[in-house]
């Protein structure tokens, strides 16, 4: 099943069984709640409106078609869905970059982690095996995976490669960048701290999949699980969303350089954020 046909089952369902939907009908919150881009998302309303299930307002709003509600399918009260591989992926990347906090290597151990999470040890192994093949821990006979405390240099190299890539995505995406979805971005990021449905929307609107496959590989996910947890201060999380209002509005307004401008900022601003949380956990350059 390809994602957008799993986003479109499952809204489908809950349209069905009359419960609520899982998140507001607008394309920011469904790829937030489903962590995708916007552009399954996009696939899979406009499925829904084809069947029936939703309808386009003249305003670009979408809302459920109320014929549809409530005749028959999913129980609200089944029991939950099984859990993708991406689910065990980010639950288990949560378990690397916690690891990678301490002053020395941590080994993981995939019994201990198996019955931690209620599962069984063939998916641990099969996750780690491919952080492994990212760079992220080693396998070492009979002790386990081994996961090096991340470093500052580690972090500002990183940041070089993000930030270089980005500014290539946004100018390639510069001439399929819709107002109205900017529009729909802007609204969002205002009610939701630390969005990164900004960054994704031009990277997927880029075309370019190189620069996807970045973005989508396990050693960003890493960083960005990293910066999240080392940024829970009201004050710097408004800073964060202040910086992508700027980027956002600098589109809005044409103003491609400010907004190169600005996107530059807010990634290099990021070092700051992630230095913090190292030297509090009493790390030091190159260690």
């Known amino acids: 099943m390809s994602i957008s046909s ?21 394309l920011v919150d469904l790829s937030r709640h489903y962590d995708v881009s916007i552009t399954p998302v996009r696939h899979a309303i406009q499925s829904l409106v084809d069947e029936g299930y939703l309808r386009k307002l003249e305003n670009r709003r979408i809302e459920v ?23 065990w992926d980010e639950i288990l990347l949560d378990e690397v970059m916690h690891a990678s906090l301490s002053l ?60 270089a890539m980005e500014l290539l995505a946004l100018d390639a995406a510069r001439s399929r960048i819709r107002r109205s979805d900017v529009m729909e971005l802007l609204e969002g990021e205002q009610h939701h701290a630390l969005n990164d449905a900004t960054h994704r929307y031009f990277i997927d609107r880029s075309h370019n999949r190189y620069i996807a496959a970045f973005f989508n590989q396990f050693v960003t996910r890493f960083y960005t699980k990293l910066l ?37 900022r807010h990634i290099r601003g990021q070092k700051a954020v992630l230095q913090r949380i190292l030297v509090g956990e009493g790390r030091r350059d190159g260690r």
């Open 228 to 264: 999240y947890y080392a940024a829970p201060e009201a004050e710097v999380v408004a800073e964060m969303t202040s910086e992508h209002v700027s980027f956002l509005q600098a589109i809005l307004d044409g103003e491609w350089a400010g907004a190169r401008d600005t996107l530059s």
């Open 6 to 26: 799993y986003i479109s089952d499952d809204i489908r369902q809950h349209i069905q069984a009359g419960s609520t939907l899982p998140a507001n009908l607008t």
């Open 65 to 87: 078609n109320p014929t549809k509600i409530g005749i028959g399918g999913l129980d609200e009260h089944a029991a939950p869905r099984p859990k993708r591989p991406s689910d």
């Open 104 to 163: 020395a290597a941590v080994y993981l151990r995939e019994g201990v982690l198996a019955e931690k999470h209620g599962v069984g040890r063939s998916i641990i192994r099969s996750a780690l095996s491919r952080f492994a093949g990212a760079g992220l821990l080693e396998h070492v006979p009979r002790r386990g995976w081994r996961v090096h405390p991340v470093r500052l240099q580690d972090v500002e190299a990183f940041l070089a490669v993000r930030e």
